[in-house]
């Protein structure tokens, strides 16, 4: 829609409900490395034309040239104020350093050169502007990286936008002036996304039932009492939060699936990546109670799985470019998350996936993110707030290595994102494993790295 804004003519996005929430108050950025199969020497024609794909990429989705204004009655995404932050795009140059060397590194971010670290942590801290691009020239290869607010778009959908400027920037390399190049298939009106998953809505939903079952007043209180006992020191050694990879190997999801399966005719085997879940759910749990000293009240405390679930393949239109996410919570009591056999903590994990449904998310959300906002006030599973909360954003399933920018398939992946407690995001790794960059504290992570159940299965990386 077009509309007066700020004394000039503005395109204007309504934003739906969930960007509306605190948590897209943040940047999200991947990073794609190449390396070249010939030398290139001094030919900049390659960065040329990603950069002019780039600049292609905000014209077919003008929202991600805007920026978020506020109204008296609703806020939105406007675009055509030369005042405000625009798309940035920037080349830096880091030779001599070569792809292999800055793979070796790639996960320890405090041994990069200080001003790759520094242009991409300034693109993450921007939270004005709606896109950045940023190629990183190595000697005999690139790194992309897109930093998209959150406000426009989740990981899904940043995968999606890669996708979308790998496939331009081959097209001007085909075709020099891009003229032959069509819109692209995806779909960006919010509203319409909303009411796509409003339509036929399930009050009598298992998923429903189970939200509304909630006693949100016992949570708020419970996160009070948790936080305030945290933070009276009962916690050993050091506090400091860093985000740590944990590699996780094809070979090793196979062997999980081994060891804690257990068919029967009733009740069949569970793939090795979703026991994966309830093995990481149980370790973490297990290496925060070793960090007490008040073992008995730890005992006796709940504590929470979250899973992110993506909400794109619900709807007849599945390539929203946007925030498509929902939340599903599942509590249980500490005691019981630490003897429960894996595989039975897995399915109970299954069990709560499964509930979900378009009509159930909608219903949830608009509780989530709609009225008086009480909810959200008390729910502690969205706040990340205290170590009694896991929460998992799977993203491994998605495709990232078949994106092409005219040099073949990327041979590293990398996610830039703050560490927050508890909450871990899980990506394709290059050997077809998973990586997962976790918040952790430092006491927590040395206790994940001596736990011998996960050392059997899991790589620490940094």
Same mark, same amino acid.
């Given at each position: 829609?077009?509309?007066?804004?700020?004394?000039?003519?503005?395109?204007?996005?309504?934003?739906?409900?969930?960007? =509306?929430?605190?948590?897209?108050?943040?940047?999200?950025?991947?990073?794609?490395?190449?390396?070249?199969?010939?030398?290139?020497?001094?030919?900049?024609?390659?960065?040329? =034309?990603?950069?002019?794909?780039?600049?292609?990429?905000?014209?077919?989705?003008?929202?991600?040239?805007?920026?978020?204004?506020?109204?008296?009655?609703?806020?939105?995404?406007?675009?055509?104020?030369?005042?405000?932050?625009?798309?940035?795009?920037?080349?830096?140059?880091?030779?001599?350093?070569?792809?292999?060397?800055?793979?070796?590194?790639?996960?320890?971010?405090?041994?990069?050169?200080?001003?790759?670290?520094?242009?991409? +942590?300034?693109?993450?801290?921007?939270?004005?502007?709606?896109?950045?691009?940023?190629?990183?020239?190595?000697?005999?290869?690139?790194?992309?990286?897109?930093?998209?607010?959150?406000?426009?778009?989740?990981?899904?959908?940043?995968?999606?936008?890669?996708?979308?400027?790998?496939?331009?920037?081959?097209?001007?390399?085909?075709?020099?002036?891009?003229?032959?190049?069509?819109?692209?298939?995806?779909?960006?009106?919010?509203?319409?996304?909303?009411?796509?998953?409003?339509?036929?809505?399930?009050?009598?939903?298992?998923?429903?039932?189970?939200?509304?079952?909630?006693?949100?007043?016992?949570?708020?209180?419970?996160?009070? +009492?948790?936080?305030?006992?945290?933070?009276?020191?009962?916690?050993?050694?050091?506090?400091?939060?860093?985000?740590?990879?944990?590699?996780?190997?094809?070979?090793?999801?196979?062997?999980?699936?081994?060891?804690?399966?257990?068919?029967?005719?009733?009740?069949?085997?569970?793939?090795?990546?979703?026991?994966?879940?309830?093995?990481?759910?149980?370790?973490?749990?297990?290496?925060?109670?070793?960090?007490?000293?008040?073992?008995?009240?730890?005992?006796?405390?709940?504590?929470?799985?979250?899973?992110?679930?993506?909400?794109?393949?619900?709807?007849?239109?599945?390539?929203?470019?946007?925030?498509?996410?929902?939340?599903?919570?599942?509590?249980?009591?500490?005691?019981?998350?630490?003897?429960?056999?894996?595989?039975?903590?897995?399915?109970?994990?299954?069990?709560?996936?499964?509930?979900?449904?378009?009509?159930?998310?909608?219903?949830?959300?608009?509780?989530?993110?709609?009225?008086?906002?009480?909810?959200?006030?008390?729910?502690?599973?969205?706040?990340?707030?205290?170590?009694?909360?896991?929460?998992?954003?799977?993203?491994?399933?998605?495709?990232?290595?078949?994106?092409?920018?005219?040099?073949?398939?990327?041979?590293?992946?990398?996610?830039?994102?703050?560490?927050?407690?508890?909450?871990?995001?899980?990506?394709?790794?290059?050997?077809?494993?998973?990586?997962?960059?976790?918040?952790?504290?430092?006491?927590?992570?040395?206790?994940?790295?001596?736990?011998?159940?996960?050392?059997?299965?899991?790589?620490?990386?940094?």
């Amino acid at each position: 829609m077009t509309n007066e804004l700020n004394g000039g003519s503005s395109k204007v996005f309504e934003l739906c409900p969930l960007e =509306n929430s605190k948590g897209t108050y943040k940047i999200i950025q991947y990073s794609l490395l190449y390396r070249f199969s010939q030398p290139t020497h001094s030919d900049s024609t390659p960065f040329a =034309n990603i950069q002019r794909a780039f600049e292609r990429l905000i014209e077919l989705y003008p929202i991600l040239g805007g920026h978020k204004v506020m109204l008296p009655d609703r806020n939105v995404i406007a675009t055509g104020d030369s005042s405000k932050p625009g798309p940035l795009f920037e080349i830096i140059d880091a030779t001599p350093m070569a792809v292999e060397e800055f793979g070796r590194i790639k996960f320890h971010r405090d041994q990069w050169p200080t001003h790759i670290d520094s242009a991409l +942590k300034k693109r993450t801290a921007d939270i004005n502007r709606m896109i950045a691009g940023t190629v990183v020239r190595f000697a005999d290869g690139y790194l992309v990286a897109l930093s998209v607010s959150h406000i426009v778009a989740d990981g899904g959908a940043v995968n999606l936008l890669l996708r979308q400027w790998a496939s331009l920037s081959l097209k001007f390399a085909a075709n020099g002036d891009g003229s032959s190049m069509p819109g692209l298939p995806v779909d960006y009106d919010h509203a319409a996304f909303w009411a796509k998953l409003s339509a036929h809505p399930h009050e009598d939903h298992p998923f429903v039932a189970y939200i509304n079952s909630l006693d949100l007043g016992s949570m708020s209180a419970l996160q009070d +009492k948790l936080s305030t006992w945290y933070a009276t020191g009962s916690l050993e050694g050091g506090k400091s939060l860093a985000m740590r990879v944990l590699h996780v190997s094809p070979e090793s999801i196979d062997a999980i699936g081994v060891e804690f399966n257990t068919p029967s005719d009733d009740r069949p085997a569970i793939h090795g990546a979703q026991i994966l879940y309830a093995l990481l759910w149980q370790r973490y749990v297990a290496a925060v109670i070793e960090m007490r000293m008040e073992t008995e009240i730890a005992y006796t405390m709940p504590v929470f799985l979250t899973m992110m679930y993506g909400l794109r393949q619900k709807t007849p239109a599945p390539n929203y470019i946007g925030n498509a996410l929902g939340s599903v919570l599942v509590p249980c009591d500490t005691k019981d998350v630490l003897t429960m056999p894996i595989v039975d903590l897995a399915r109970l994990v299954k069990e709560h996936l499964s509930q979900l449904s378009p009509g159930a998310t909608v219903h949830y959300l608009s509780e989530a993110f709609g009225g008086d906002g009480s909810f959200l006030t008390k729910n502690i599973y969205l706040c990340n707030r205290t170590e009694s909360l896991v929460s998992i954003s799977n993203m491994s399933r998605l495709e990232y290595f078949d994106i092409d920018f005219g040099h073949g398939r990327p041979v590293g992946l990398l996610a830039g994102t703050l560490p927050t407690e508890g909450l871990s995001f899980w990506l394709p790794s290059a050997d077809g494993g998973i990586d997962i960059y976790y918040g952790l504290k430092d006491n927590v992570y040395a206790a994940l790295k001596r736990d011998k159940v996960l050392s059997k299965f899991i790589q620490f990386v940094n």
